[in-house]
């Protein structure tokens, strides 16, 4: 992961030679918070660790038994994706320990070259793809932030770093699944059906879900939905994609191993609501280190 575009090349001017590979990887810094690529694989372990605390022990998945026993949250995309971390520097000790979010990211180009995107194993991402194949995808996954630090700032450094790593990379769309909590959707038929009537994704944006796993989100009609209620049983994540202007999966997926009920994000880069463009800057300069 490198910086954006125009810190790139301000830090390349200052001879490379010169820096540490944590100020080349850096992507932005709100007072004692950094975000940037994880550079070691302690770091990586750490992030999987951190995942595991709020999937596992505050959510209640239930992973493969050796990543259960090593407590980490780990599988095959982590050995060839980049990890974004946030990080805050005013916590005494060793960066492993100052980790407080995390998210995957993982480019098409480098998907391609390897076992592909986490997202395959429950909707068809490649018709997407397919449908545009001179645009860049990049998915975004395994989001998560430690309780004490949802807060509205550490939100606003994992969408700079998104924002910053995009631009470098020069994606096109960004996508992923999210996930209310707990694997039963109509638990979440409200949400659910005013995605569907109000932020479904169309044309050559639609996903459908793999074949035996998808559950229509158009469980109510729209005249029996209350918009602000349900953008109120939301998730965070989700409110936040809404916000940006992304659109959504037409089909729900349950996934019991981490009980919860997925639905699928699409987000192309130049449909991104102006008011965040100019928010982080068209060069992601706003939170630039």
Known sequence: MNP????????????????????ISLLGRIG?????????????????????????????AVLPAA??????????????????????TGIEGAVEDQIVGTYRLLRQDV?????????????????????????????????????AYRTRRTIELLWQGNWAYALAHGIDAMFG???????RPHAHALALSFLYHNAAAEGIWDV????GLGVGMDMMPPEAIMPRAAINTMPPLIKGYLRLGARTSRAAVADVAFNTTDILVVLPVG?????????????AGRFAA
């Open 4 to 23: 954006a575009t125009e810190n790139s090349h301000r830090f390349t001017a200052l001879n490379p030679s010169l820096l540490s590979r944590r100020e």
């Open 32 to 60: 004692a918070l950094e975000v940037r690529r994880a550079i070691s694989r302690r770091e990586i372990a750490a992030a999987q660790a951190l995942r595991y605390k709020v999937f596992v022990e505050e959510m209640g």
């Open 67 to 88: 990543a259960m026993r090593a407590r980490r949250d780990c599988d095959h995309v982590d050995s060839y994706c980049d990890h974004l971390l946030v990080i805050d």
């Open 111 to 147: 998907a391609a070259r390897h076992a592909g995107f986490y997202s395959q194993s429950e909707y068809d991402v490649a018709a997407m793809m397919r449908r545009q194949p001179g645009k860049r995808f990049m998915e975004l996954g395994r989001s998560c932030v430690l309780p």
């Open 177 to 183: 699944c999210a996930s209310f909590p707990g694997a």
């Open 208 to 211: 459908k879900p793999i074949d």
């Open 271 to 283: 449909e991104i609501n102006p008011r965040y463009v100019n928010h982080y800057g068209s060069d």
